[in-house]
């Protein structure tokens, strides 16, 4: 574990300065609750408070709720608030509050994009008083705490969701919370800048700064281009540079004005999945083939320049529910692979070298959305497309604008589809392979596996309480995706930052989220 | 009324046209292929939501006759309304607003540089050595055909990431716009210089400079009084192109420089098909096209009185 | 001690053969010496040599060059410097395009003035005395125009202004006449000789000795770089030793030729009383004539007078606005194209600039061939022997043919397109400026094959020309234009001898000739010319329409 | 007669004469390194060490040396044979976008030149719009409106050019038919088809030649630029300005990535320019 570590050290903490983050672009909105990407989260955790806060062993421990309890039937949580808690446009925070925010999420007006999926099956808030919000769900839905903790279910003011809720979207002004920082102004495409709020003091227990924010303020950069905000940080424009790329790694390292703080991604390594639905794909001799056929070690080993691990488990390693028992039962075998084809009657060869059956190229798509994909992941559609080749696969590339991937993931029209998701824990299985949450559902089954067996194991770890008893269900989970190739994990990225030596108590937490009010600079 | 102040006001006229051409042209391309603009206004998750295409749009006047639109779009930009960006649900003039600086800047030092860049060289080349002359059309030879943006690439490796002299990135202060300046400058100082090169020994071969030669005058003031003037000439009715391939080039300058800018924001706004952004850039850089040009016709008739009266 | 003192001068650009080759003369105060030589003798090399602005490249050699007494052996620029304007003044070659284009006439003079050290306060008088001098009319106000807003004369004036206003002691006039119509020449020449008197000397400078005959007191004859003769004017003009000196001296003359009767024949092409207009320009108003075989027809006017649009219409290349022209007594102007394309061929087309005329791409055999192809029953074999044949009779040697007409020089070129004209055997020739753009010998070579062709054909010619000269050599019949309408016609001898026009009398005084007696005190400039208006002084620039 | 036309705003149509490219020496070099090119374009598979898109992940960011002359790139494919097989894409998007620019060209200035005063006049002030946007935004604009890839690249570089082709060939077919050679041949009887066919088109189609050469050049450094921006071919196509988009993000590590396709932009475009102005040079005269 590197969150707490990296630049700790280094005396007491001093009042004053700011900082600069470089991050990798500009969120989709500033508003949370619509909000799909993670970068909007890093810009604005503290801006928000959460009503829990998760450990690093991941418990819970309160923070806007002093308390709170679950009904045994897992359907109603009931959060008693702190009372000393103002948004910074002096509104008081309560259960009305609450209720107006999780109610704003749930509207489908909003269009939420991450939000809604985090309130799961929510029903409604209930405040029999100002300081007491009922939290209603209509099934149980054992992953709420770990989604009230992530800034996407924060706090708007209520008076700026009742005056211009759609405002927030553009940030600056307009986003009202209670965290220890305000939003200043943003600049489109370019930074936002963040300042001190003062008066903070409502900090959850365990975090080291209890109150006010030690630096005057922040700055969020934009800068798209990896080389741009590696040397960025190199020639001191940057304070924290966001995302260090894999291959900058070993230079920064030799850097004696920088540090580097990674951590591994929670959730969702980088994976392919296999569309079991269409053909060929629905025939698991060609699924484990594909899933042999690719020398995931090789290219992560050379693609990230060793910085980063090849994936065992459609989980990271650093998620709770990942089983190490999967290790080693799956990988790069060219002779197998050979062997399923021919058995899945692709023996013949085509003037380009595919396979053929009946004529029939051996060919699949895979779906992306070219907007969204990192030249790191490009990077690996192509390794992937040679990887194939040589297997005598043929895999076409199909960019697509985000509407079209949208389209195409909802009725299936797709071979592969590639993701990777953070989520603080295993709950993560049932978001990508049970059967009812297909994309059209606004799930993530990119795999759109309908398997009883999977189902029935999922439904249990929702149900459960116990930990030990979920992490088994989950591992019996990721062993079947695998042994069923329902999808090809290849690498587990590493968030990486680089920070200056003068920036002091830059941390991540368990979500990988920064907290600026701990920062302080010499 | 003056003939010269007639003559302005008929460019301007023509300028008002071409930029009104300009604005049919954009709407009814964007309109005309773009099926999907509301899938563009609604994004990834919304777009097959039932209703809310209706209201979408309703909301962007989407349902209106196309001629409503038309007339509705010419309208508000009369106003400086620029529309609405879709996928940053911002109006687009508030967007370009904060972009514009930085742009307006690069490009202003561009031109400077590159036309400094330009006179410097053709007056210290033209009409010198074959040695001197065959160095300096080679060097401009290569600074037209190296791309900027590959220039830009390249003085990044060298001056950013190796030297570390200048900054990599960004748009604060003089350091961070040297190295893309330079990379926009040169091509175009590139080509000025052998223009203003050619039409300086031009001019220098012209009776007139003899005579002027004959009546005693010293190589300094026949530069100054006469031939510059000449050379400058023909560089007036290059303006145009310069500014365009400035303009150009600022897209692509500053997306390899990761600068804030016009350019960053019309890349993002081509992938993301957020076409109220695309046409509204491009009519901003048609309107300082079609400014730019009157003023350069504007300036013939200042710098050479042969054009003053229409004799035709 | 002379003013200019040059022996052994040699100039050599590059490697190449010396432009110049041991040229050796004197000018002496108060002295006009004329360089006369055809194009690319060395004349305007010769003159720049002496203010040490003989070109970029330039070797100068020479026993012995000096300029009001000092050796230039060792001159740097800034000696240099000191002798132009101050010590001799130049008055260049092209005078239209010798003042900035983009300076007013005083800016001009005033660099003269300046070099001659006035006081800044009287400066601007200085520059309009300057003007006054060389008869510059309301020179306030024409000091503060641009060159483009003079006519010819008045730039050539300026220009003059501009050089004197220095007080050089020399003043090099290089072909101070040339581009500019007669009757505005006539007036420089005047100008100029009013210099010469006021005492200051004068190198002057032509290729047509008639203009120098009447100012200079000695003339030196170069040719290809080389004086071939130099002496007392009277002396050169009076018993020319040299014969490159005697051909100059007969084309300076002219030659009434004694051309036997003409043939009258039908009448093979008939312009009735025909007009054009340009916009609002009447470029030819109600012009008629009748040509009949075997004669030449003269036509003949100042620049823009409506010649080649006249011709144009007799070619079916114009459609005139009103009247008609008739081809063998059959409607020509009238016809369609369609019917007039076969018909062609029996009237062609001799251009001013034969360049022009010519596909770039083609070579002289092509261009030939071309028109060989559309006379009837050729053969390949027939055709190229045509070929041959026409560019035989034209004095083209065969390897020719395979060079493209940039190639050639300007007599080759005319010759090139007097063969193509003859390929379809043409019963009328129309002749636009065919020598206006030749050197004197050449131009002689050219009007002889011309006169040859005429006598072995038959053919009847057009000869267009703003030259008197020229037409009184070749034509039988002339026709005088002016601003589109025709003022004059008549026999050559008729019109010569007995002009009955104003402005054909004008024209005429104005040509200057040389008599066999002629030299500076019995020139025959001519009169004053008569009441013609003042040509082109409305700001309308001299030549503007010139090719 | 206020200000020049359009055309001459293209600066290549200003340049006469230099030294570098004036010398007969100078075409002959041009000449041979277009052939070369286009042999190289045509044939990749005769220059090339390997193919251009076989990954080798272990052996990814080798610095330039004896195996690979210009390197590796993150995939470890050997960027010399990307680079040559790149010209394939590279020249050929050049070429699309000319030919499309020129056909477009020659119908608009075609169009002008002949159809009347009114069509004159309507696609001049069409022109004067399309020209009032810079190439590269116009061809940005394109591709929004019909998405990215190579050959919508070419097109859009060639729709964005065929004004100034339009502008070139208007004024020369005005020029050409108007000429005193056009007119000899009228003179002598020869049918309009046949002048048309033997005078009036070839000397039109000499600088439009010498336009396109230039062009062509212009065009694969827009084609690169856009492919720069993301929005050219699909990975792993060996496109030169995608592979310089590429190795911009590894400048820091491994500048060679961008800077063997940028030199063989520099190369191509030196030598057509080169071979272009060779050809103006001998045209003009
Ligand atoms: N700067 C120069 N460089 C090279 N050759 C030159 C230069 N100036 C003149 N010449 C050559 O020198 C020769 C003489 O030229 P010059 O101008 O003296 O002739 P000219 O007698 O004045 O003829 P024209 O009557 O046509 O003016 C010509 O062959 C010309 O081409
Ligand atoms: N195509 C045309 N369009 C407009 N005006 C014309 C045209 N052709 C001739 N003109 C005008 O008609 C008048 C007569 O021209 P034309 O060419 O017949 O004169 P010219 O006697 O041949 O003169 P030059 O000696 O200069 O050749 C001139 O003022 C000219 O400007
Ligand atoms: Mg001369
Ligand atoms: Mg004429």
Same mark, same amino acid.
């Given at each position: 574990?590197?969150?707490?570590?990296?630049?700790?050290?280094?005396?007491?903490?001093?009042?004053?300065?700011?900082?600069t983050?470089?991050?990798?672009?500009?969120p989709?909105?500033?508003?949370l609750h619509?909000?799909?990407s993670?970068?909007a989260?890093?810009?604005?955790?503290?801006?928000?408070?959460?009503?829990v806060?998760?450990k690093?062993?991941?418990?819970?421990?309160?923070?806007?709720?002093?308390?709170?309890?679950?009904?045994?039937?897992?359907?109603?949580?009931?959060f008693t608030?702190?009372?000393d808690?103002?948004f910074?446009d002096g509104?008081?925070?309560?259960?009305?509050?609450v209720?107006?925010?999780f109610?704003?999420?749930?509207?489908?007006?909003?269009?939420?994009?991450n939000?809604?999926?985090?309130i799961?099956?929510y029903?409604?808030?209930?405040?029999?008083?100002?300081y007491t919000?009922v939290v209603?769900?209509?099934?149980?839905?054992?992953p709420?705490?770990?989604?009230?903790?992530?800034?996407?279910?924060?706090f708007?003011?209520?008076?700026?969701?009742s005056?211009?809720?759609a405002g927030?979207?553009?940030?600056?002004?307009?986003?009202?919370?209670?965290?220890p920082f305000t939003?200043?102004?943003?600049?489109?495409?370019?930074?936002?800048?963040?300042?001190?709020?003062?008066?903070?003091?409502?900090?959850?227990?365990?975090?080291?700064?209890?109150?006010?924010?030690?630096?005057?303020?922040?700055t969020?950069?934009?800068?798209p281009?990896?080389?741009a905000?590696?040397?960025?940080?190199?020639?001191g424009?940057?304070?924290v540079a966001d995302?260090?790329p894999?291959?900058s790694?070993a230079?920064?390292r030799?850097?004696?004005?920088?540090?580097?703080?990674?951590?591994?991604n929670v959730g969702? !390594?980088?994976?392919?999945a296999?569309?079991?639905t269409?053909?060929?794909f629905?025939d698991?001799?060609?699924?484990?083939?594909?899933q042999?056929?690719v020398? *995931?070690?090789s290219?992560?080993?050379?693609l990230?320049?060793g910085v980063?691990e090849?994936?065992?488990?459609?989980?990271t390693?650093s998620?709770?529910?990942?089983?190490?028992?999967?290790?080693?039962?799956?990988?790069?075998?060219?002779?197998?692979a050979k062997?399923l084809?021919?058995?899945a009657g692709?023996?013949g060869?085509?003037?380009?070298g595919?396979?053929?059956?009946?004529?029939?190229?051996?060919?699949?798509?895979?779906?992306?959305?070219s907007?969204?994909t990192?030249?790191e992941?490009?990077?690996?559609? *192509?390794?992937?497309?040679?990887?194939?080749?040589?297997?005598?696969v043929?895999?076409?590339?199909? !960019?697509?604008?985000?509407?079209a991937?949208?389209?195409?993931?909802s009725t299936?029209?797709?071979h592969?589809?590639a993701?990777?998701?953070?989520?603080p824990?295993?709950?993560?299985?049932?978001?990508?392979f049970y059967?009812?949450?297909?994309p059209?559902?606004g799930g993530?089954?990119v795999?759109?596996?309908?398997?009883p067996?999977?189902?029935?194991w999922?439904?249990?770890?929702?149900a459960?309480?116990?930990?030990?008893?979920r992490?088994t269900?989950?591992?019996?989970v990721?062993?079947?995706?695998?042994?069923?190739?329902?999808?090809?994990?290849?690498?587990v990225?590493?968030?990486i930052?680089?920070?200056q030596?003068?920036?002091?108590?830059?941390?991540?937490?368990?979500?990988?989220?920064?907290?600026?009010?701990?920062?302080?600079?010499? | 009324m003056p003939?010269?102040?007639?003559?302005?006001?008929?460019r301007?006229a023509?300028g008002?046209?071409?930029l009104?051409?300009?604005?049919?042209?954009?709407?009814?391309?964007?309109?005309a292929?773009?099926?999907?603009?509301?899938?563009?206004?609604?994004?990834p998750?919304?777009?097959?939501?039932?209703g809310?295409r209706?209201?979408?749009a309703?909301?962007?006047?989407?349902?209106?006759?196309?001629?409503?639109?038309y007339?509705?779009r010419?309208?508000?930009?009369?106003?400086g309304?620029?529309?609405?960006?879709?996928q940053?649900?911002?109006?687009?003039?508030?967007?370009?607003?904060?972009q514009?600086?930085?742009?307006?800047e690069?490009?202003?030092?561009a031109?400077?540089?590159g036309?400094?860049?330009?006179?410097?060289l053709?007056?210290?080349?033209?009409?010198?050595g074959r040695?001197a002359r065959?160095?300096?059309s080679?060097?401009?030879?290569?600074?037209?055909?190296?791309?900027?943006?590959?220039l830009?690439?390249?003085?990044?490796a060298?001056?950013?990431?190796?030297?570390r002299?200048f900054?990599?990135f960004?748009?604060?202060?003089?350091p961070?716009?040297?190295?893309?300046?330079l990379?926009?400058?040169?091509?175009?100082?590139?080509?000025?210089?052998?223009?203003?090169r050619?039409?300086?020994?031009?001019?220098?071969s012209?009776?007139?400079?003899?005579?002027a030669r004959?009546?005693?005058l010293?190589?300094?003031?026949?530069l100054?009084r006469h031939t510059?003037?000449?050379?400058?000439?023909?560089v007036?009715t290059?303006?145009?192109?310069?500014?365009g391939?400035?303009i150009?080039?600022?897209?692509?300058?500053?997306q390899?420089?990761?600068?804030?800018?016009?350019?960053?924001?019309?890349?993002?706004?081509v992938?993301?098909?957020?076409?109220?952004v695309?046409?509204?850039?491009?009519i901003?850089?048609a309107?300082?096209?079609?400014?730019?040009?009157?003023?350069?016709?504007?300036?013939?008739?200042v710098?050479?009185?042969?054009?003053?009266?229409?004799?035709t | 001690?002379?003013?200019?003192?040059?022996?052994?001068?040699?100039?050599?650009?590059?490697?190449?053969?010396?432009v /110049?080759?041991?040229?050796?003369?004197?000018?002496?105060?108060g002295?006009c010496?004329?360089?006369?030589?055809?194009s690319?003798?060395?004349?305007?090399?010769?003159?720049r040599?002496?203010?040490?602005l003989?070109?970029r490249g330039?070797t =100068?050699?020479?026993?012995?060059?000096?300029?009001?007494?000092?050796?230039?052996?060792?001159?740097?620029q800034?000696?240099?410097q000191?002798?132009?304007g101050r010590?001799?003044?130049l008055v260049?070659?092209?005078?239209?395009?010798?003042l900035?284009?983009?300076?007013?006439i005083?800016?001009?003079?005033?660099?003269?003035?300046?070099?001659?050290?006035?006081p800044a306060?009287e400066? $601007?008088?200085?520059?309009?005395d300057?003007?006054?001098?060389?008869g510059?009319?309301?020179?306030?106000?024409?000091?503060?125009?641009?060159?483009?807003?003079?006519?010819?004369?008045l730039?050539?004036r300026a220009?003059?202004?501009?050089?004197?206003?220095?007080?050089?002691?020399?003043l090099?006039?290089?072909e101070?006449?040339?581009a500019?119509?007669?009757?505005?020449?006539?007036?420089?020449l005047?100008?100029?000789?009013?210099?010469?008197?006021?005492g200051?000397?004068?190198?002057?400078?032509s290729?047509?000795?008639?203009v120098?005959?009447?100012?200079?007191?000695r003339?030196?004859?170069?040719?290809?770089?080389?004086?071939?003769?130099?002496g007392?004017?009277?002396r050169?003009?009076?018993?020319?030793?040299?014969?490159?000196?005697?051909?100059?001296?007969d084309?300076? $003359?002219?030659?009434?030729?004694s051309r036997?009767a003409?043939?009258?024949?039908?009448?093979?092409?008939e312009?009735?009383?025909?007009?054009?207009s340009?916009?609002?320009? $009447?470029a =030819?108003?109600?012009a008629?004539?009748?040509?009949?075989?075997?004669?030449?027809?003269?036509?003949?006017?100042?620049?823009?007078?409506g010649?080649?649009?006249?011709?144009?219409?007799?070619?079916?290349?114009?459609?005139p606005?009103?009247?008609a022209?008739?081809?063998a007594?059959?409607?020509?102007?009238?016809?369609s194209?369609?019917?007039r394309?076969?018909?062609?061929?029996?009237?062609?087309?001799?251009?001013?600039?034969?360049?022009?005329?010519?596909?770039?791409?083609?070579?002289?055999?092509?261009?030939i061939?071309?028109? =060989?192809?559309?006379?009837?029953?050729?053969?390949?074999?027939?055709?190229r022997q $045509?070929?041959a044949?026409?560019?035989a009779? /034209?004095?083209i040697?065969?390897?020719?043919?395979?060079?493209?007409?940039?190639?050639?020089s300007?007599g080759?070129?005319?010759r090139v397109?007097?063969?193509?004209?003859?390929?379809p055997r043409?019963?009328?020739?129309?002749?636009?400026?065919?020598?206006s753009?030749?050197?004197?010998s050449?131009?002689?070579?050219?009007?002889?094959?011309?006169a040859?062709?005429?006598?072995?054909t038959g053919?009847?010619?057009?000869?267009?020309?703003?030259?008197?000269?020229?037409?009184e050599?070749i034509?039988d019949?002339?026709?005088?234009?002016?601003?589109?309408e025709?003022?004059?016609e008549g026999?050559?001898?008729?019109?010569?001898d007995?002009p009955?026009h104003p402005?054909?009398?004008a024209l005429?005084?104005?040509?200057?000739?040389?008599?066999s007696?002629?030299?500076?005190d019995?020139a025959?400039?001519?009169a004053?010319?008569?009441?013609?208006?003042?040509?082109?002084e409305?700001g309308?620039?001299?030549?503007?329409?010139?090719? | 007669?206020?200000s020049?036309t359009?055309?001459?705003?293209?600066?290549?149509?200003r340049?006469?004469?230099?030294r570098?490219?004036g010398s007969v020496?100078?075409?002959?070099?041009?000449?041979l390194?277009?052939?070369?090119?286009?042999l190289i374009a045509?044939?990749p598979?005769?220059?090339?060490?390997?193919?251009?898109?076989?990954?080798?992940?272990l052996?990814?960011?080798?610095?330039?040396?004896?195996?690979?002359?210009?390197?590796?790139?993150?995939?470890?494919?050997?960027?010399?044979?990307?680079?040559?097989?790149?010209?394939?894409?590279?020249v050929a998007n050049?070429?699309?976008?000319?030919v499309i620019g020129?056909?477009?060209g020659?119908?608009?200035g075609?169009?002008?030149?002949?159809?009347?005063r009114?069509?004159?006049?309507?696609?001049?002030?069409?022109t004067?719009?399309?020209?009032a946007?810079?190439?590269?935004?116009?061809?940005?604009?394109?591709i929004?409106?019909i998405?990215?890839?190579?050959?919508?690249?070419?097109v859009?570089?060639?729709f964005?050019?065929?004004?100034?082709?339009?502008?070139?060939?208007r004024g020369?077919?005005?020029?050409?038919?108007?000429a005193?050679?056009?007119?000899?041949?009228?003179?002598?009887?020869?049918?309009?088809?046949?002048?048309t066919?033997?005078?009036?088109?070839?000397?039109?189609?000499?600088p439009v030649?010498?336009?396109a050469s230039?062009g062509t050049?212009?065009?694969i450094?827009?084609?690169a630029?856009?492919s720069?921006?993301?929005?050219?071919?699909?990975?792993p196509?060996?496109?030169?300005?995608?592979?310089?988009?590429?190795?911009?993000?590894?400048?820091?590590?491994?500048?060679?990535?961008?800077?063997?396709?940028?030199?063989?932009?520099?190369v191509?475009?030196?030598?057509v320019?080169?071979l272009?102005?060779?050809?103006q040079?001998?045209?003009?005269?």
């Amino acid at each position: 574990d590197t969150g707490a570590s990296g630049s700790a050290g280094g005396g007491t903490p001093q009042r004053g300065g700011t900082i600069t983050f470089g991050t990798t672009g500009e969120p989709d909105s500033w508003d949370l609750h619509v909000a799909a990407s993670s970068i909007a989260a890093v810009a604005l955790r503290a801006v928000y408070d959460s009503l829990v806060n998760e450990k690093p062993d991941g418990t819970f421990e309160p923070w806007l709720a002093k308390s709170w309890t679950v009904s045994p039937d897992g359907l109603r949580y009931t959060f008693t608030l702190r009372q000393d808690v103002t948004f910074s446009d002096g509104t008081k925070f309560n259960s009305q509050a609450v209720k107006a925010n999780f109610d704003h999420i749930a509207a489908p007006a909003t269009a939420s994009r991450n939000a809604a999926t985090l309130i799961g099956p929510y029903l409604r808030t209930e405040t029999p008083d100002p300081y007491t919000a009922v939290v209603v769900f209509s099934a149980p839905y054992s992953p709420f705490l770990g989604a009230a903790s992530t800034p996407f279910l924060g706090f708007h003011s209520p008076a700026v969701l009742s005056a211009n809720p759609a405002g927030i979207a553009s940030g600056g002004r307009n986003v009202v919370s209670t965290g220890p920082f305000t939003f200043a102004s943003v600049q489109a495409g370019q930074q936002a800048v963040f300042n001190r709020r003062p008066g903070y003091a409502w900090a959850p227990r365990s975090a080291p700064n209890l109150g006010e924010s030690y630096l005057d303020g922040y700055t969020v950069r934009f800068l798209p281009t990896d080389a741009a905000r590696v040397g960025a940080l190199t020639s001191g424009q940057l304070d924290v540079a966001d995302q260090v790329p894999a291959t900058s790694v070993a230079q920064l390292r030799s850097s004696p004005s920088t540090t580097l703080d990674s951590r591994d991604n929670v959730g969702a !390594p980088f994976t392919y999945a296999l569309n079991v639905t269409k053909a060929p794909f629905d025939d698991p001799n060609v699924r484990v083939a594909i899933q042999s056929a690719v020398d *995931t070690d090789s290219i992560t080993k050379g693609l990230f320049q060793g910085v980063y691990e090849r994936a065992w488990s459609v989980l990271t390693p650093s998620t709770p529910g990942y089983a190490t028992s999967v290790e080693h039962t799956w990988g790069y075998d060219p002779a197998k692979a050979k062997k399923l084809l021919d058995a899945a009657g692709y023996t013949g060869t085509d003037s380009q070298g595919y396979r053929t059956k009946g004529g029939q190229r051996l060919s699949v798509g895979l779906i992306y959305a070219s907007s969204f994909t990192t030249a790191e992941q490009l990077n690996y559609h *192509t390794a992937l497309k040679d990887a194939l080749k040589q297997a005598g696969v043929e895999l076409v590339l199909r !960019p697509l604008d985000t509407a079209a991937v949208v389209q195409a993931f909802s009725t299936g029209d797709y071979h592969f589809g590639a993701y990777s998701l953070s989520t603080p824990d295993g709950s993560l299985l049932r978001e990508t392979f049970y059967s009812k949450d297909l994309p059209s559902a606004g799930g993530s089954n990119v795999s759109r596996v309908a398997d009883p067996q999977l189902d029935g194991w999922l439904d249990q770890a929702l149900a459960t309480q116990d930990v030990t008893a979920r992490d088994t269900l989950y591992g019996k989970v990721q062993q079947r995706v695998l042994a069923q190739a329902f999808a090809l994990p290849t690498y587990v990225g590493k968030r990486i930052f680089g920070v200056q030596s003068r920036v002091h108590g830059f941390a991540l937490d368990v979500q990988n989220l920064p907290h600026f009010e701990r920062v302080w600079v010499s | 009324m003056p003939p010269a102040l007639r003559f302005v006001l008929r460019r301007a006229a023509g300028g008002i046209a071409v930029l009104w051409g300009a604005v049919t042209v954009t709407f009814f391309a964007v309109t005309a292929a773009g099926g999907d603009q509301i899938d563009a206004i609604l994004g990834p998750d919304a777009a097959n939501l039932p209703g809310l295409r209706a209201q979408v749009a309703a909301q962007y006047g989407l349902n209106k006759p196309l001629i409503v639109q038309y007339l509705n779009r010419l309208w508000s930009l009369l106003h400086g309304d620029l529309g609405w960006s879709y996928q940053r649900n911002e109006p687009v003039a508030r967007l370009l607003s904060g972009q514009v600086l930085p742009t307006l800047e690069l490009a202003a030092s561009a031109a400077v540089v590159g036309f400094l860049l330009a006179v410097l060289l053709a007056v210290a080349t033209a009409g010198r050595g074959r040695l001197a002359r065959g160095l300096a059309s080679l060097a401009e030879l290569l600074a037209v055909a190296v791309p900027s943006f590959w220039l830009g690439i390249v003085l990044l490796a060298v001056f950013s990431f190796t030297l570390r002299w200048f900054p990599a990135f960004g748009a604060a202060g003089v350091p961070s716009l040297v190295l893309p300046t330079l990379a926009l400058a040169l091509p175009i100082a590139g080509v000025l210089a052998q223009v203003l090169r050619q039409e300086l020994e031009l001019a220098d071969s012209k009776p007139f400079a003899l005579s002027a030669r004959a009546r005693g005058l010293g190589e300094r003031t026949l530069l100054v009084r006469h031939t510059l003037r000449h050379a400058l000439l023909p560089v007036t009715t290059m303006s145009a192109w310069a500014l365009g391939t400035l303009i150009g080039g600022a897209v692509l300058v500053e997306q390899v420089f990761s600068r804030p800018g016009l350019g960053s924001l019309l890349v993002d706004a081509v992938k993301h098909r957020d076409t109220p952004v695309v046409s509204a850039v491009v009519i901003l850089a048609a309107l300082v096209f079609v400014v730019a040009n009157t003023v350069a016709d504007a300036m013939y008739p200042v710098i050479d009185a042969r054009l003053r009266v229409s004799t035709t | 001690m002379s003013l200019v003192e040059v022996s052994g001068l040699t100039v050599s650009f590059g490697r190449a053969r010396p432009v /110049v080759r041991d040229v050796s003369f004197a000018v002496d105060n108060g002295e006009c010496v004329a360089l006369v030589g055809e194009s690319g003798s060395g004349k305007s090399v010769t003159a720049r040599t002496l203010l040490g602005l003989a070109g970029r490249g330039a070797t =100068v050699r020479a026993d012995r060059l000096r300029i009001a007494g000092q050796d230039t052996g060792k001159y740097r620029q800034r000696d240099w410097q000191r002798v132009r304007g101050r010590t001799a003044g130049l008055v260049s070659q092209d005078a239209l395009v010798s003042l900035d284009p983009l300076r007013r006439i005083e800016d001009e003079v005033l660099e003269s003035v300046r070099a001659r050290g006035v006081p800044a306060a009287e400066r $601007r008088q200085a520059v309009i005395d300057a003007l006054a001098e060389v008869g510059v009319p309301d020179p306030e106000a024409r000091a503060g125009q641009y060159p483009h807003q003079l006519s010819g004369g008045l730039r050539q004036r300026a220009l003059i202004a501009a050089a004197l206003a220095a007080r050089p002691d020399l003043l090099i006039a290089d072909e101070p006449t040339t581009a500019l119509d007669v009757l505005v020449q006539q007036q420089i020449l005047d100008l100029l000789g009013e210099i010469k008197r006021s005492g200051r000397a004068l190198l002057l400078i032509s290729h047509d000795l008639a203009v120098v005959a009447s100012l200079a007191d000695r003339i030196a004859v170069l040719r290809d770089g080389e004086i071939v003769e130099s002496g007392p004017t009277r002396r050169v003009l009076g018993a020319p030793e040299h014969a490159y000196t005697r051909m100059l001296i007969d084309a300076a $003359r002219g030659r009434r030729a004694s051309r036997p009767a003409v043939a009258v024949g039908e009448p093979l092409v008939e312009a009735q009383s025909v007009s054009r207009s340009f916009g609002a320009r $009447r470029a =030819v108003a109600a012009a008629s004539l009748t040509l009949r075989a075997g004669e030449t027809l003269g036509v003949v006017g100042e620049s823009g007078s409506g010649k080649s649009t006249l011709a144009r219409m007799l070619m079916g290349l114009t459609t005139p606005d009103e009247g008609a022209v008739l081809l063998a007594g059959q409607p020509w102007s009238a016809a369609s194209e369609r019917s007039r394309r076969g018909r062609r061929r029996d009237i062609q087309l001799i251009n001013q600039n034969p360049h022009a005329a010519f596909d770039p791409r083609f070579t002289v055999g092509q261009i030939i061939a071309e028109a =060989v192809s559309r006379s009837p029953g050729s053969g390949r074999r027939v055709r190229r022997q $045509r070929v041959a044949e026409l560019l035989a009779w /034209v004095g083209i040697s065969t390897e020719h043919a395979d060079r493209r007409p940039h190639q050639l020089s300007g007599g080759q070129r005319q010759r090139v397109a007097i063969a193509r004209a003859l390929a379809p055997r043409p019963r009328i020739l129309v002749c636009d400026e065919p020598v206006s753009a030749l050197d004197v010998s050449v131009r002689a070579q050219v009007l002889d094959l011309l006169a040859r062709l005429q006598s072995e054909t038959g053919v009847a010619l057009v000869f267009i020309s703003h030259d008197l000269g020229v037409v009184e050599q070749i034509s039988d019949r002339l026709m005088i234009m002016k601003d589109g309408e025709v003022v004059e016609e008549g026999g050559t001898a008729e019109v010569f001898d007995h002009p009955q026009h104003p402005y054909t009398k004008a024209l005429l005084a104005a040509v200057p000739r040389l008599s066999s007696d002629s030299g500076p005190d019995s020139a025959d400039l001519g009169a004053e010319p008569a009441d013609v208006g003042e040509i082109a002084e409305d700001g309308q620039p001299v030549g503007a329409n010139r090719p | 007669m206020t200000s020049a036309t359009l055309t001459d705003r293209w600066p290549t149509r200003r340049i006469r004469r230099s030294r570098v490219s004036g010398s007969v020496v100078a075409l002959v070099i041009s000449g041979l390194v277009v052939a070369l090119l286009g042999l190289i374009a045509l044939f990749p598979q005769w220059f090339a060490s390997t193919s251009p898109d076989t990954d080798d992940p272990l052996h990814a960011f080798t610095p330039p040396g004896a195996r690979h002359p210009f390197g590796t790139d993150q995939l470890g494919r050997d960027i010399y044979s990307r680079v040559i097989y790149g010209a394939h894409i590279s020249v050929a998007n050049g070429l699309v976008a000319t030919v499309i620019g020129v056909l477009l060209g020659c119908l608009l200035g075609l169009v002008a030149a002949n159809g009347g005063r009114w069509a004159d006049a309507l696609v001049m002030r069409a022109t004067d719009v399309w020209l009032a946007f810079p190439e590269i935004l116009l061809a940005l604009l394109i591709i929004a409106l019909i998405g990215p890839g190579s050959t919508n690249i070419a097109v859009a570089i060639g729709f964005a050019a065929a004004p100034y082709y339009g502008r070139l060939v208007r004024g020369q077919a005005l020029v050409v038919s108007r000429a005193e050679y056009v007119e000899a041949a009228r003179v002598l009887g020869v049918p309009p088809v046949r002048y048309t066919l033997r005078h009036v088109l070839p000397n039109i189609a000499g600088p439009v030649v010498v336009l396109a050469s230039l062009g062509t050049g212009t065009a694969i450094v827009a084609a690169a630029g856009l492919s720069l921006l993301g929005l050219g071919p699909l990975p792993p196509t060996p496109e030169w300005g995608a592979m310089l988009a590429d190795g911009q993000g590894y400048l820091a590590n491994a500048w060679w990535i961008a800077v063997a396709p940028g030199l063989a932009i520099v190369v191509v475009v030196l030598a057509v320019t080169i071979l272009g102005r060779n050809l103006q040079a001998r045209s003009i005269r």
